[in-house]
């Protein structure tokens, strides 16, 4: 992250400097004789264990940002980007841009009372970016030096947004560098342009590749690699008329910027609890969990539930992963999220409460499978069904509505992708040779 600090990030960089650039000197030692093709890997959920598997093929060198504890075991087949110098030097530079930014600017933000809040809102963006501008800007520096002097063959990405990792993409993408890219999670929405811009994406399955990305040509559909650790087939698990748990799964996030979307959060978080609130005097025995991102928001989810609605919630947890917490769970209420298919894929009946006003692509549209309330009114009568057993949530919890959102359910996704990634690079050795 280029903008991280502290103790621990200083020595992180340094850590990565030290031993990227040895790895670099040895590269360019050896680099008379055969040595084997390096790939940037940008690394997320949907590629932790491809990188794993990746190193311990120890095919090709896997180049990345930050150097793991264990990073000895797989030093053969690891490479990291040393990031080195001061930003001073490029402060020139970033001053520059700025000026060029100011002068050719043209967007304006007019709200819907006619007002323009234009010189507002860049006072706001230029305010951010100015004190981040000659960092960046040695980043990139950096990148650009070192894969001079170690080519890499193809990436594999995750998103076409973030910090270095889009720096990354940029500087490969100027170079002719091909990429592949397996989506984050379940993208929805084609306005957006998330995870657009790669020569080959993975859309995990065929709904997302119509919707999102509107049948384009050079969408695949490998599934996600995540996804190989839950069951083939969702059985609906029993659950006692007494007692049941509730999950629900919360957000604070957004992909522009993490503050926007807490407030819509907690107006989402209010409803639910209202709803369960509701059915708790009406005598069901429930035990609420929240899950919520690691993000630092877990502070205010507690100030939250204990001044709004003190003694309803359980627990509200943030660093437990989503299976550990769904595998104690017998219900879920969430937005739209990939949670929902994870749930279900557990036998784990699932509703979408609707607090936003955004169009998205099914199953999150209203017309789909998906059990989707919008009031609380509706949502309590939601929980009675589940607890009545009704067949509503039974259509979401099909194998083969599950693959057509998420993709095959056969545990071989990580298989597909590895496969595809050794392809994919085979083929592009052959055309370069060509």
């Given at each position: 992250?280029?903008?991280?600090?502290?103790?621990?990030?200083?020595?992180?960089?340094?850590l990565?400097?030290g031993?990227?650039?040895?790895?670099?000197?040895?590269?360019?030692?050896?680099?008379?004789?055969?040595?084997?093709?390096?790939?940037f890997?940008?690394?997320?959920?949907?590629?932790?264990?491809?990188?794993?598997?990746?190193?311990?093929?120890?095919?090709v060198?896997?180049?990345?940002?930050?150097?793991?504890?264990n990073?000895?075991?797989?030093?053969?087949?690891?490479?990291?980007i040393?990031?080195?110098?001061s930003?001073?030097?490029?402060?020139?530079?970033?001053r520059?841009?700025m000026?060029?930014?100011?002068?050719?600017?043209?967007?304006?933000?007019?709200?819907?009372?006619?007002?323009?809040?234009?010189?507002?809102?860049?006072?706001?963006?230029?305010?951010?970016?100015?004190?981040?501008?000659?960092?960046?800007?040695r980043?990139?520096?950096?990148?650009?030096?070192?894969?001079?002097?170690?080519?890499?063959?193809m990436?594999?990405?995750?998103?076409?947004?973030?910090?270095i990792n889009a720096?990354?993409?940029c500087?490969?993408?100027?170079?002719?560098?091909p990429?592949?890219?397996?989506?984050?999670?379940?993208?929805?929405?084609?306005?957006?342009?998330e995870?657009?811009?790669?020569?080959?994406?993975?859309?995990?399955?065929?709904?997302v590749?119509?919707?999102?990305?509107?049948g384009?040509d050079?969408?695949?559909?490998?599934?996600?690699?995540?996804m190989?650790?839950?069951?083939?087939?969702?059985?609906?698990?029993?659950?006692?008329?007494?007692?049941f748990?509730v999950?629900i799964?919360?957000?604070?996030?957004n992909?522009i910027?993490?503050?926007?979307?807490?407030?819509?959060?907690?107006?989402?978080?209010?409803d639910?609890?209202?709803?369960?609130?509701?059915?708790k005097?009406?005598?069901?025995d429930?035990?609420?969990?929240?899950k919520?991102?690691?993000?630092g928001?877990?502070a205010?989810?507690?100030?939250f539930a204990n001044?709004y609605?003190?003694?309803?919630v359980?627990?509200?947890?943030?660093?437990v992963?989503?299976?550990?917490?769904?595998?104690?769970?017998d219900?879920?209420?969430?937005?739209?999220?990939?949670?929902?298919?994870?749930?279900?894929?557990?036998?784990?009946?699932?509703?979408?409460?609707?607090?936003?006003?955004?169009?998205?692509?099914?199953?999150?549209?209203?017309?789909?499978?998906?059990?989707?309330?919008?009031?609380?009114?509706?949502?309590?009568?939601?929980?009675?069904?589940?607890?009545?057993?009704?067949?509503?949530?039974?259509?979401?919890?099909?194998?083969?509505?599950?693959?057509?959102?998420?993709?095959?359910?056969?545990?071989?996704?990580?298989?597909?992708?590895?496969?595809?990634?050794?392809?994919?690079l085979?083929?592009?050795?052959?055309?370069?040779?060509?």
């Amino acid at each position: 992250n280029v903008g991280r600090r502290g103790v621990k990030a200083r020595i992180s960089a340094l850590l990565a400097w030290g031993v990227g650039t040895l790895l670099s000197f040895w590269d360019c030692f050896c680099g008379g004789r055969k040595i084997k093709p390096a790939i940037f890997v940008q690394q997320y959920h949907p590629t932790i264990k491809l990188i794993q598997r990746l190193k311990r093929d120890a095919k090709v060198r896997i180049l990345g940002t930050t150097v793991p504890k264990n990073f000895l075991r797989t030093l053969a087949s690891s490479r990291y980007i040393p990031l080195r110098g001061s930003f001073a030097k490029h402060e020139p530079a970033a001053r520059e841009c700025m000026r060029h930014f100011r002068a050719h600017r043209c967007a304006r933000l007019v709200l819907d009372n006619g007002v323009d809040a234009s010189d507002g809102a860049y006072s706001i963006i230029e305010r951010y970016i100015s004190g981040r501008c000659a960092e960046t800007i040695r980043v990139l520096d950096c990148v650009i030096r070192y894969l001079d002097k170690n080519p890499i063959q193809m990436e594999v990405m995750i998103s076409n947004v973030g910090d270095i990792n889009a720096l990354i993409d940029c500087v490969c993408k100027v170079r002719g560098i091909p990429s592949y890219l397996i989506i984050n999670g379940y993208l929805s929405g084609a306005f957006l342009d998330e995870g657009k811009y790669a020569t080959v994406i993975n859309a995990y399955a065929a709904s997302v590749k119509e919707n999102y990305f509107r049948g384009m040509d050079n969408v695949v559909c490998l599934g996600d690699p995540r996804m190989d650790d839950y069951p083939p087939l969702a059985q609906r698990r029993p659950v006692s008329k007494d007692s049941f748990t509730v999950m629900i799964g919360a957000s604070g996030f957004n992909n522009i910027d993490l503050n926007s979307y807490v407030a819509v959060e907690f107006d989402f978080m209010f409803d639910v609890l209202q709803a369960l609130s509701i059915v708790k005097k009406q005598g069901m025995d429930l035990r609420i969990v929240i899950k919520v991102r690691p993000n630092g928001y877990l502070a205010q989810y507690q100030q939250f539930a204990n001044e709004y609605f003190p003694g309803v919630v359980d627990e509200i947890v943030d660093r437990v992963p989503m299976k550990t917490v769904l595998d104690n769970s017998d219900f879920y209420i969430s937005f739209y999220s990939q949670t929902i298919f994870e749930a279900s894929c557990l036998g784990i009946p699932s509703v979408y409460y609707k607090k936003d006003t955004e169009i998205i692509d099914p199953p999150f549209d209203g017309k789909s499978e998906l059990v989707t309330v919008a009031c609380v009114k509706d949502l309590v009568q939601a929980l009675h069904d589940f607890r009545d057993n009704r067949s509503r949530f039974d259509a979401f919890l099909q194998r083969s509505v599950m693959e057509k959102y998420i993709g095959p359910l056969d545990g071989r996704n990580l298989e597909r992708n590895l496969n595809f990634v050794y392809d994919f690079l085979g083929r592009h050795k052959t055309e370069m040779s060509a």
